[in-house]
Structure formats: C-alpha cells, structure tokens
C-alpha cells in the first residue's frame, strides 16, 4: 500500500477545517431545533407549502434516515428529509427543509450552476476514485503523464465543489425569503432558522478547501510547485 508522509502534512489543516465547520453545524442545528416555530409547521409541511406555491406539486417528499441526510434529487425529483427535519416543528428543521425546496425551485426555474454541477457528477466520481490511484502509480512508476492524468482527474473533483457554493448559498438565499413570504415563519424567527443555513454552508467551504489543498499536494508532489520532486 502507498502512503506519502506529506499528504497528511498538507491535509492536517483540512482536516481540522472540516472538523470544525462539522462541529458548529451540529451544534448551530441542535441549538435551534430546541425552538419551535410560531405556525406549527413541521419540515416536510413547510417544504410542501413552499414546493407548491412555486408551482412544484408533482415534487416529492420522502423521508429517509440518517442525521442531516437531507436533499433534492433531481434525476427523480425527490426531496429527501432526515428524520430531525421531516417531522419537526423547529426552526432549524424549517431552514433546512426550505433549502431543499430551494434545490427544488432551482431545478424548476433552470438555474444554471445547479444544471453545471448536475453535469459534472459523472466527472467529479470518476476523479474522486480515480484520481489517488492514477496519481499514486504515477510516482511509484516515475511516469510524469500518470501524474499528470491524476491531476487532470482531480481538478474535476475541486470543479464541483467550487460550484456547489453558488447553488447552496442561493437556495439558502430562497429559502430565507420565501419561507417568510409564505408565512412558513415570522421575520422575528427568519434569522433563527438562517443561522442554520448559514452554518451549513460552511461545510461546501470545507469541503472547497479540502479538494484545494489536495489538488496543492498533487501540483507541490509533481514539481508544479516550488519544492516538489517532478516526476517524469
């Protein structure tokens, strides 16, 4: 098996990134699922009102397990809602549900960065598998072009996550509004379930900086860099 002492040098500060941005996220839901929405609404009752002011009958909801396992699917238009968001009446569970009518709304209206991400699922999976294994024997076979091909894989990987912060932050961004506009919430309880998605979306940028510094590791390990040991 191949390991590289420096990949855990660059990545030990992703690694303490993610953790913490994990951390604040749970704690930030778990702080406000204590609080109760003035309306009653429940997280799925809350995405259904706003999927069908929106025109969005025929989406679905769904409940699935897991903790903060919620999202939209597009390719069967789907919103799956974790069991702490399907059920509850509070404001973190509201928020969350919302952004993922968002996603919903987002895909009803052609929003072009969720259609780019859609697209580059494929790539994206593709880099993530393959992309350590390419680069790994690129080094051990002192081929240049494996390296190379292993880095061209991976910058698939770190496209997704760069555009995956303009389609979370705007179906947060709707959300926000529309639960408000539809009387899902009061504007006194609007900043409550906001800091959830805020809080949330600093996980995407966790996980931006994550891929940055592995496609750094990558470049530095192939002499792109100043310091690397190029391969060829």
Request: include cysteine; charged fraction near 10%; glycine fraction near 6%.
């Amino acid at each position: 098996m191949f390991f590289d002492p420096q990949y855990l040098m660059w990545m030990l500060p992703a690694i303490a990134v993610a953790a913490v941005a994990s951390i604040y996220t749970q704690s930030t839901f778990s702080r406000f699922s204590k609080r109760s929405s003035r309306f009653g609404y429940t997280g799925a009752e809350a995405a259904r009102a706003l999927l069908d002011a929106n025109g969005l009958s025929d989406v679905r909801i769904q409940q699935v397990g897991g903790f903060l396992s919620d999202h939209y699917d597009p390719m069967t238009r789907t919103l799956r809602l974790s069991p702490p968001v399907y059920g509850s009446t509070s404001l973190s569970a509201i928020g969350v549900a919302c952004h993922e009518a968002g996603h919903a709304i987002q895909h009803a209206s052609h929003y072009a960065p969720l259609a780019l991400r859609t697209a580059l699922v494929p790539a994206a999976q593709l880099g993530s598998y393959l992309s350590y294994i390419v680069f790994a024997l690129g080094l051990m076979l002192s081929s240049f072009a494996m390296v190379k091909l292993g880095i061209i894989l991976f910058s698939a990987t770190v496209a997704f996550a760069l555009v995956t912060l303009p389609v979370e932050w705007n179906a947060s961004s709707r959300a926000k509004f529309l639960m408000v506009q539809n009387g899902i919430v009061t504007s006194d309880e609007a900043p409550y379930a906001a800091k959830v998605l805020n809080a949330a979306f600093l996980t995407y940028v966790a996980a931006l900086f994550s891929s940055l510094m592995t496609l750094l590791y990558f470049l530095a390990r192939a002499g792109l860099l100043g310091g690397g040991d190029r391969r060829r």
